[in-house]
T-cell receptor
Framework: GDSVTQMEGPVTLSEEAFLTINCTYT??????LFWYVQYPGEGLQLLLK?????DKGSNKGFEATYRKETTSFHLEKGSVQVSDSAVYFC????????????FGTGTRLQVFP | DTAVSQTPKYLVTQMGNDKSIKCEQN?????MYWYKQDSKKFLKIMFS???????INETVPNRFSPKSPDKAHLNLHINSLELGDSAVYFC?????????????FGPGTRLTVT
């Protein structure tokens, strides 16, 4: 079946450091890929998405590229801020099928000043 | 304006009780979902409804019964609560037009069963 694997957290960084959170997926078809972010005490918000191979999603300085050859969708940011501290979820879905999101286990990011 | 709202935000109850969680969206979406997030933050789909019709039921115990009185509401009723039901439950909605893809999540309801 389909699944998403994320790197274990927490990821602890100093402000302005470079961030990478790894995400790989197993899919039976051609899914769309997403990164969602959950700030403390809140629900999930869509951070970025990519709907086909080689697409790059970007938002708020975060980027991720849909790599079909490596089945990956790694999240990157060049310079993190304290306000980026949150839990990040990689997910996939088939919008033309059931549309349900299949999530990875989440990676907690802690950024210190 | 709150896009997806849930009530209550916190729910503490004893084993064996029956409880409901309500969800409302004012986005005009026609698809709504319930997700469960366990203590390790793992998120899993439970149900989805499209225009009041059940689309997804992910082998959830039949103690859980979703009800959609109209396409703006999707409530979750849980019978005979068990300790393992303790989790955060998130409601979400999407346009369902297979184009916009984004699901909008509510703030969550933290259920604690004692």
């Amino acid at each position: 079946g389909d699944s998403v694997t994320q790197m274990e957290g927490p990821v602890t960084l100093s402000e302005e450091a470079f961030l990478t959170i790894n995400c790989t997926y197993t899919a039976t078809g051609y899914p769309s890929l997403f990164w969602y972010v959950q700030y403390p005490g809140e629900g999930l918000q869509l951070l970025l998405k990519a709907t086909k191979a080689d697409d790059k999603g970007s938002n708020k300085g975060f980027e991720a590229t849909y790599r079909k050859e490596t089945t990956s969708f790694h999240l990157e940011k060049g310079s993190v801020q304290v306000s980026d501290s949150a839990v990040y979820f990689c997910a996939l879905s088939y919008p033309y099928n059931t549309d349900k999101l299949i999530f990875g286990t989440g990676t907690r990011l802690q950024v210190f000043p | 304006d709150t896009a997806v709202s849930q009530t209550p935000k916190y729910l503490v109850t004893q084993m064996g009780n029956d409880k409901s969680i309500k969800c409302e969206q004012n986005l005009g979406h026609d698809t709504m979902y319930w997700y469960k997030q366990d203590s390790k933050k793992f998120l899993k789909i439970m149900f989805s409804y499209n225009n009041k019709e059940l689309i997804i039921n992910e082998t959830v115990p039949n103690r859980f019964s979703p009800k959609s009185p109209d396409k703006a509401h999707l409530n979750l009723h849980i019978n005979s609560l068990e300790l393992g039901d303790s989790a955060v439950y998130f409601c979400a909605s999407s346009q369902g037009d297979k184009i916009s893809y984004e699901q909008y999540f509510g703030p969550g309801t933290r259920l604690t069963v004692t």
